[in-house]
């Protein structure tokens, strides 16, 4: 019999943590292989963690909202002989992120610290030998961290103990006195929290929000953003689409979009010029050779990007179904991890909410994202010298300027715009 530890399973490609957004199982339940123990949510999905042994729960070390590295310990499990074996005590208040002294640690040892705690204590200079900590054996917890964050707000410093004046030592120099901080954090930083007014509605930034933040942030402080921009006459998908859009939803089953004409176009030019089919990985680029179309797909307070699979290879119908398909496995919290990797490229239907122009945040580590606005009535000029009314797109284009130049994506978006004026029920198949 042993104590087994479980750990924060990587839930999609890129994804480096998760938060827990519910434990399914308390300490001492027994569990088989393969029963979920809790629910876990990533800037990408949302899912299940199943056990990898069959025994008894010891204890669950990470807390539910708590965000969790890729491979970190979430809870221990006692595996083998059903005899007892001695399970320490939690103690009250116990933080996960606490810093953990190694097994058997004797004084002097290293101690070893969580991932939160270091990422604290580097963000805001704080010395963690300084720091008396609160959990369980003396160990420094987050919530430690936090109080000498909040004094900071009220005073200058932390409030250490003031030292006592120096006094010599026969065999030691007396230690020097604590530097001040490199550098104070701004005001704001620490407790955004204390500038709210009492009127004010406090909403902590948890879950799904913080890992769409992280990965937001990371994209626009990584990525050399460029953008471009085209219009599309798409009037003649517009009528063949209303055409036989009730026959198709009869026949099929669901809906046949404007999106997956869109989608179909983008993997047709993307097969033309595959510099857009890739990703930038340091020291080489490298150019993909399956066409997968990741979709944003918007849930409440939740953004998932699903992701279509060999694209090129499938018939407008065949995206229509993916699109559907994704899109309520999203909204009803379904999405597999499988679902959500091996994107190569992102198409993003900001058209749906109304929009006309909008530049989107590459979804690394892609190389860009097509923005697809609304359809809107326009006068158009014809060749003629006559004006009609016409149904025009704006085509938006974010590139990464480490991969993509100006000349190749300005290509790209003008034969995606070519497919796309160019539909007609024999250049645009539906089956």
């Given at each position: 019999?042993?104590?087994?530890?479980?750990?924060?399973?990587?839930?999609?490609?890129?994804?480096t943590?998760?938060?827990?957004?519910?434990?399914?199982v308390?300490?001492?339940?027994?569990?088989?292989?393969?029963?979920?123990?809790?629910?876990?949510?990533?800037?990408?999905?949302?899912a299940?963690?199943?056990?990898?042994?069959?025994?008894?729960?010891?204890?669950?070390?990470?807390?539910?909202?708590?965000?969790?590295?890729?491979?970190?310990?979430?809870?221990?499990?006692?595996?083998?002989?059903?005899?007892?074996?001695?399970?320490?005590?939690?103690?009250?208040?116990?933080?996960?992120?606490?810093?953990?002294?190694?097994?058997?640690?004797?004084?002097?040892?290293?101690?070893?610290?969580?991932?939160?705690?270091?990422?604290?204590?580097?963000?805001y200079?704080?010395?963690?030998?300084?720091?008396?900590g609160?959990?369980?054996?003396?160990?420094?917890?987050?919530?430690?961290?936090?109080?000498?964050?909040?004094?900071?707000g009220?005073?200058?410093?932390?409030?250490p103990?003031?030292?006592?004046?120096?006094?010599?030592?026969?065999?030691?120099?007396?230690?020097?006195?604590?530097?001040?901080?490199?550098?104070?954090?701004?005001?704001?930083?620490?407790?955004?929290?204390?500038e709210?007014?009492?009127?004010?509605?406090?909403?902590?930034?948890?879950?799904?929000?913080?890992?769409?933040?992280?990965n937001?942030?990371?994209?626009?402080?990584?990525?050399?953003h460029?953008?471009?921009?085209?219009e599309?006459?798409?009037?003649?998908?517009?009528?063949?689409?209303?055409?036989v859009?009730?026959?198709?939803?009869?026949?099929?089953?669901?809906?046949?979009?404007?999106?997956?004409?869109?989608?179909?176009?983008?993997?047709?030019?993307?097969?033309?010029y595959?510099?857009?089919?890739?990703?930038?990985a340091?020291?080489?680029?490298?150019?993909?050779h399956?066409?997968?179309?990741?979709?944003?797909?918007?849930?409440?307070?939740?953004?998932?990007?699903?992701?279509?699979k060999?694209?090129?290879?499938?018939?407008?119908?065949?995206?229509?179904?993916?699109?559907?398909?994704?899109?309520?496995?999203a909204?009803?919290?379904?999405?597999?991890?499988?679902?959500?990797?091996?994107?190569?490229?992102?198409?993003?239907?900001?058209?749906s909410?109304?929009?006309?122009?909008?530049?989107?945040?590459?979804n690394?580590p892609?190389?860009?994202?097509?923005?697809?606005?609304?359809?809107?009535?326009?006068?158009?000029?014809?060749?003629?010298?006559?004006?009609?009314?016409?149904?025009?797109?704006?085509?938006?284009?974010?590139?990464?300027?480490?991969?993509?130049?100006?000349?190749?994506?300005?290509?790209?978006?003008?034969?995606?715009k070519?497919?796309?004026?160019?539909?007609?029920?024999?250049?645009?198949?539906?089956?």
């Open positions: 019999m042993a104590i087994e530890n479980i750990t924060m399973p990587q839930l999609g490609e890129s994804v943590e998760g938060t827990i957004s519910k434990w399914l308390s300490p001492g339940d027994h569990v088989h292989k393969y029963d979920p123990l809790c629910e876990v949510l990533t800037d990408k999905v949302n299940e963690v199943p056990s990898s042994f069959e025994g008894e729960i010891v204890e669950l070390i990470a807390s539910e909202d708590e965000t969790v590295a890729v491979g970190e310990v979430i809870c221990t499990v006692k595996t083998g002989s059903s005899e007892t074996i001695a399970r320490p005590e939690a103690e009250p208040g116990l933080d996960p992120d606490a810093a953990v002294p190694e097994p058997e640690a004797e004084k002097g040892k290293k101690v070893r610290y969580s991932p939160a705690v270091l990422k604290l204590s580097q963000e200079d704080i010395d963690l030998n300084r720091v008396k609160t959990g369980r054996e003396g160990r420094i917890t987050r919530k430690d961290l936090l109080k000498i964050i909040e004094s900071r009220n005073e200058a410093e932390p409030a103990s003031k030292p006592e004046p120096a006094k010599p030592a026969p065999s030691k120099p007396a230690p020097s006195k604590p530097e001040p901080a490199r550098h104070t954090p701004p005001a704001s930083r620490p407790l955004p929290v204390r709210a007014a009492e009127e004010d509605t406090v909403i902590p930034v948890t879950g799904v929000r913080k890992a769409i933040a992280n937001m942030a990371r994209s626009k402080q990584e990525i050399p460029a953008w471009m921009m085209v599309a006459d798409v009037t003649n998908l517009v009528r063949y689409r209303e055409a859009k009730e026959e198709f939803k009869r026949r099929e089953g669901f809906n046949l979009t404007y999106f997956a004409f869109f989608v179909k176009a983008v993997a047709r030019a993307l097969k033309e595959p510099a857009l089919n890739s990703r930038w340091g020291d080489a680029i490298i150019q993909k399956d066409v997968n179309i990741s979709i944003a797909v918007a849930a409440e307070d939740r953004l998932y990007v699903p992701v279509i060999h694209a090129d290879e499938k018939s407008i119908k065949g995206i229509a179904r993916e699109i559907a398909v994704l899109a309520q496995k909204r009803a919290g379904k999405l597999a991890p499988e679902d959500m990797e091996g994107g190569t490229f992102t198409v993003n239907n900001t058209g909410f109304g929009t006309v122009q909008s530049m989107g945040i590459i690394h892609q190389a860009a994202i097509l923005q697809v606005e609304s359809i809107v009535k326009r006068p158009v000029i014809m060749e003629e010298g006559m004006f009609a009314a016409r149904d025009i797109v704006n085509l938006c284009l974010s590139i990464d300027h480490r991969i993509l130049d100006g000349l190749v994506s300005g290509r790209f978006l003008k034969r995606v070519e497919i796309l004026e160019a539909v007609t029920p024999e250049t645009a198949p539906l089956y």
